[in-house]
């Protein structure tokens, strides 16, 4: 393979006009249950009528809201980031709830049949419903920084122990760079000046691990994102991207060539390769801990999803054709989401809970999609693109999409998520500012 970055063989439009640095979109977040013992004897307040209650909320104050006999808003003020709110509501007829300063509001009327729970806490909305839905959003921002070095940087990652991001680029003199909050960042040197477009953090080994589709060793690590040693790859195929399996512990990577496209190391250091499903472009590959499966997605091929539960003996699974490119699960959900670099509108997204299963999902532009990851934390999907209007979205299901529009129209190619500083940050091909944070407004 050539030094030309692998995008450009994709072909992926060039970026268009730069757009505002930051902007706010509302996106809806669902969560699915509570687990906290709520008491019910601290009732703060009983509302028969629209109105406003105005004060700050304490930890486990409940309101107590009757609507049997009028259809009713009401506005809750002051409330405190760090606390919780329980909202009971009994009756039949229609409520409304509003707490404009978390912009979480009911867009439309809902019929009371039973009773209804939110709970605001630090840096999200959390809610259970134990009859019908409520509607909850949030507003998350988006800004963009600049990148240690204009490079194509290709992949992201968060270490927690570390607290620290590690990016890696396929160009450029430095082709890592770090950053404790995504916004400053730090060059260093990789081990070769290979196209590095993968890497992962392992926190049983304390290691990222980073591989590459080019050079003498298309593998290595690092104890800290600033000291790299190489290593030989099983193979001397074009490796696109790598995962880490707690439960197995192994590092397991795939490739777009190459007869044995699979290699899997317990350090880092030495590599076994093992032959795929199919001789496919496989793009992305991760780990699901709860089925205790690998699961890895093609860009060709008549089956393009495979699994494993070893690393070493993978399975073909039948799916809607697509150029799928990033794959990653979603514990709380159960389910694998997937988003293809294709403008095929129909087909854009894929879902499944087993790997096996697969359902088409419709995107709400026809972007060509590079990475999604999963947040946990704020139970959404977000994915980036290297193209279209709106260069963002976000899901809490994998099926219902709200698309944003990027702080900068770059070539966005890597998301990841920060649980300990609630933050995605996604790295860019493009653009004089090559790498955006998107956290709660």
């Given at each position: 393979m050539s030094n030309t970055n692998q995008w450009n063989n994709l072909n992926p439009p060039p970026p268009g006009p730069l757009i505002p640095s930051t902007i706010n979109l509302s996106h809806a977040v669902i969560r699915s249950s509570v687990t906290s013992a709520w008491p019910t004897s601290e009732l703060k307040s009983t509302?028969?009528?629209?109105?406003?209650?105005?004060?700050?909320?304490?930890?486990?104050?409940?309101?107590?809201?009757?609507?049997?006999?009028?259809?009713?808003?009401?506005?809750?003020?002051?409330?405190?980031?760090?606390?919780?709110?329980?909202?009971?509501?009994?009756?039949?007829?229609?409520?409304?709830?509003?707490?404009?300063?978390?912009?979480?509001?009911?867009?439309?009327?809902?019929?009371?049949?039973?009773?209804?729970?939110?709970?605001?806490?630090?840096?999200?909305?959390?809610?259970?419903?134990?009859?019908?839905?409520?509607?909850?959003?949030?507003?998350?921002?988006?800004?963009?920084?600049?990148?240690?070095?204009?490079?194509?940087?290709?992949?992201?990652?968060?270490?927690?122990?570390?607290?620290?991001?590690?990016?890696?680029?396929?160009?450029?003199?430095n082709r890592v760079m770090t950053s404790p909050d995504g916004e400053t960042w730090t060059s260093f040197a990789a081990t070769e000046a290979n196209q590095w477009y993968s890497v992962i953090w392992s926190p049983e080994l304390g290691i990222f691990c980073a591989v590459a589709s080019t050079g003498t060793n298309r593998v290595m690590t690092s104890p800290d994102g600033e000291t790299w040693a190489p290593f030989a790859a099983a193979e001397a195929n074009q490796w696109f991207s790598v995962t880490w399996s707690p439960e197995l512990g192994i590092f397991c990577a795939v490739s777009y060539n190459g007869t044995n496209q699979i290699m899997t190391s317990?350090?880092?250091?030495?590599?076994?390769?093992?032959?795929?499903?199919?001789?496919?472009?496989?793009?992305?590959?991760?780990?699901?801990?709860?089925?205790?499966?690998?699961?890895?997605?093609?860009?060709?091929?008549?089956?393009?999803?495979?699994?494993?539960?070893?690393?070493?003996?993978?399975?073909?699974?039948?799916?809607?054709?697509?150029?799928?490119?990033?794959?990653?699960?979603?514990?709380?959900?159960?389910?694998?989401?997937?988003v293809s670099f294709s403008y095929d509108g129909i087909n854009q997204l894929m879902t499944s809970p087993n790997g096996s299963d697969w359902t088409s999902r419709t995107a709400p532009e026809a972007n060509l999609r590079s990475s999604v990851v999963w947040s946990p934390e704020l139970s959404i999907f977000c994915a980036v693109s290297v193209d279209g209007t709106n260069r963002i979205m976000t899901s809490p299901n994998g099926v219902n999409w709200t698309p944003q529009e990027a702080p900068e129209a770059n070539q966005w190619i890597s998301v990841t998520w920060s649980p300990e500083l609630g933050k995605f940050v996604a790295v860019s091909l493009s653009g004089t500012n090559r790498v955006m944070v998107g956290q709660l407004a």
């Amino acid at each position: 393979m050539s030094n030309t970055n692998q995008w450009n063989n994709l072909n992926p439009p060039p970026p268009g006009p730069l757009i505002p640095s930051t902007i706010n979109l509302s996106h809806a977040v669902i969560r699915s249950s509570v687990t906290s013992a709520w008491p019910t004897s601290e009732l703060k307040s009983t509302v028969t009528e629209s109105s406003t209650i105005d004060y700050s909320i304490q930890p486990f104050n409940v309101i107590n809201v009757d609507t049997t006999d009028n259809a009713i808003t009401i506005t809750l003020t002051n409330i405190q980031l760090g606390t919780m709110m329980m909202v009971i509501v009994t009756g039949t007829n229609g409520l409304i709830i509003t707490v404009p300063e978390h912009s979480s509001i009911t867009s439309t009327p809902i019929i009371v049949a039973g009773t209804y729970v939110i709970v605001l806490f630090s840096d999200y909305v959390k809610y259970n419903l134990l009859t019908n839905p409520i509607a909850i959003e949030l507003s998350l921002q988006w800004t963009a920084y600049a990148a240690a070095e204009a490079n194509f940087w290709e992949s992201v990652t968060w270490s927690p122990e570390l607290g620290i991001f590690c990016a890696v680029s396929s160009t450029g003199t430095n082709r890592v760079m770090t950053s404790p909050d995504g916004e400053t960042w730090t060059s260093f040197a990789a081990t070769e000046a290979n196209q590095w477009y993968s890497v992962i953090w392992s926190p049983e080994l304390g290691i990222f691990c980073a591989v590459a589709s080019t050079g003498t060793n298309r593998v290595m690590t690092s104890p800290d994102g600033e000291t790299w040693a190489p290593f030989a790859a099983a193979e001397a195929n074009q490796w696109f991207s790598v995962t880490w399996s707690p439960e197995l512990g192994i590092f397991c990577a795939v490739s777009y060539n190459g007869t044995n496209q699979i290699m899997t190391s317990s350090d880092g250091e030495t590599w076994a390769s093992f032959a795929p499903a199919e001789v496919n472009d496989w793009y992305s590959v991760t780990w699901s801990p709860e089925l205790g499966i690998f699961c890895a997605v093609s860009y060709t091929g008549t089956n393009q999803v495979m699994t494993s539960p070893n690393g070493e003996t993978w399975t073909a699974r039948y799916s809607p054709n697509n150029n799928w490119i990033s794959v990653t699960w979603s514990p709380e959900l159960n389910l694998f989401c997937v988003v293809s670099f294709s403008y095929d509108g129909i087909n854009q997204l894929m879902t499944s809970p087993n790997g096996s299963d697969w359902t088409s999902r419709t995107a709400p532009e026809a972007n060509l999609r590079s990475s999604v990851v999963w947040s946990p934390e704020l139970s959404i999907f977000c994915a980036v693109s290297v193209d279209g209007t709106n260069r963002i979205m976000t899901s809490p299901n994998g099926v219902n999409w709200t698309p944003q529009e990027a702080p900068e129209a770059n070539q966005w190619i890597s998301v990841t998520w920060s649980p300990e500083l609630g933050k995605f940050v996604a790295v860019s091909l493009s653009g004089t500012n090559r790498v955006m944070v998107g956290q709660l407004a």
